[in-house]
């Protein structure tokens, strides 16, 4: 992966940008969301945020290197802290970290994004916790999905403010819309869940949640 060819996870994660967005892309490491953007003229601008030294100074050598600087601005922040009132931001990509991880950068600081941005999430797990931080501050899932690469399952979850929306546990749990869709990948992934939680009852003393989840996740499954 680089800032020309991006993993297939990116490249979904591209794909719900809207075209002509001003981008901040929180968590950016080498910068190759953004930059890869811009080099394809799909994007008007882009913030590239990071919160350590090495991944902000790779980020920055990828602008440089592009030739970008222009367009692409590199801030070293912690999470939202990135975005300046006037970079006038209308996405907001949160990509490779948990769930959890993912809503506490949203929670800490919700007023930069003044309600207006779009939200393209890829949470490494947690996805439950943060599809309930959603609901709880006003956003509407638009769209989600699941794809494997590299062995692992992975979620996008695309969302922006709108009329208030009641998701159930199990739609917070496998997602409103990918419970609807069941695509081959959703059901492929949930019954790798389903052996991985099976074998973890069968051979230790597990939380009443796991059972709760294999419950879940079986009566998903059904035919
Ligand atoms: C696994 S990398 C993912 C990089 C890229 N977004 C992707 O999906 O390929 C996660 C990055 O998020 C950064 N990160 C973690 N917490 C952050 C925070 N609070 N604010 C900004 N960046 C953060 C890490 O330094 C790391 O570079």
Same mark, same amino acid.
């Given at each position: 992966?680089?800032?020309?060819?991006?993993?297939?996870r990116l490249e979904r994660v591209a794909a719900q940008v809207p075209a002509g967005a001003r981008l901040a892309d929180i968590g950016s490491d080498h910068?190759?969301? $953004?930059?890869?953007?811009? &080099?394809?003229?799909?994007? %008007?601008?882009?913030?590239? #945020?990071?919160?350590?030294?090495?991944?902000?100074?790779?980020?920055?050598?990828?602008?440089?290197? =592009?030739?970008?600087?222009?367009?692409?601005?590199?801030?070293?922040?912690?999470?939202?802290?990135?975005?300046?009132?006037?970079?006038?931001?209308?996405?907001?990509?949160?990509?490779?970290?948990?769930? =959890?991880?993912? /809503?506490?950068?949203?929670?800490?600081?919700?007023?930069?994004?003044?309600?207006?941005? &779009?939200?393209?999430?890829?949470?490494? #797990?947690?996805?439950? $916790?943060?599809?309930? *931080?959603?609901?709880?501050?006003?956003y509407r899932i638009l769209h989600e999905e699941v794809l494997r690469e590299n062995r692992f399952d992975y979620e996008i979850i695309v969302a922006e403010? #709108? +009329?208030?929306?009641?998701?159930?546990?199990?739609?917070?749990?496998?997602?409103?819309?990918?419970? !609807?869709?069941?695509?081959?990948?959703?059901?492929?992934? *949930?019954?790798?869940?389903?052996?991985?939680? !099976?074998?973890?009852? %069968?051979?230790?003393?597990?939380?009443? +949640?796991? %059972? /709760?989840?294999?419950? *879940?996740?079986?009566?998903?499954?059904? $035919?």
């Amino acid at each position: 992966m680089n800032e020309q060819t991006l993993s297939m996870r990116l490249e979904r994660v591209a794909a719900q940008v809207p075209a002509g967005a001003r981008l901040a892309d929180i968590g950016s490491d080498h910068g190759y969301l $953004p930059v890869a953007l811009m &080099r394809r003229g799909l994007i %008007a601008a882009a913030v590239a #945020g990071e919160v350590a030294l090495t991944p902000f100074r790779a980020a920055e050598r990828t602008v440089r290197e =592009e030739g970008l600087e222009q367009h692409i601005t590199v801030r070293l922040a912690n999470g939202l802290a990135a975005i300046e009132p006037s970079d006038g931001i209308t996405a907001v990509s949160l990509c490779g970290m948990g769930g =959890e991880t993912i /809503r506490d950068i949203l929670e800490r600081d919700n007023m930069r994004l003044c309600g207006k941005a &779009r939200l393209i999430l890829q949470p490494n #797990g947690g996805e439950q $916790p943060l599809r309930r *931080w959603l609901m709880e501050n006003g956003y509407r899932i638009l769209h989600e999905e699941v794809l494997r690469e590299n062995r692992f399952d992975y979620e996008i979850i695309v969302a922006e403010r #709108g +009329e208030p929306v009641a998701y159930t546990d199990l739609e917070l749990y496998f997602g409103p819309l990918l419970m !609807q869709a069941r695509s081959e990948a959703f059901l492929r992934k *949930w019954q790798r869940r389903l052996r991985l939680k !099976q074998r973890i009852l %069968a051979h230790q003393a597990a939380p009443e +949640e796991v %059972a /709760r989840h294999v419950r *879940w996740i079986s009566e998903l499954l059904e $035919p």
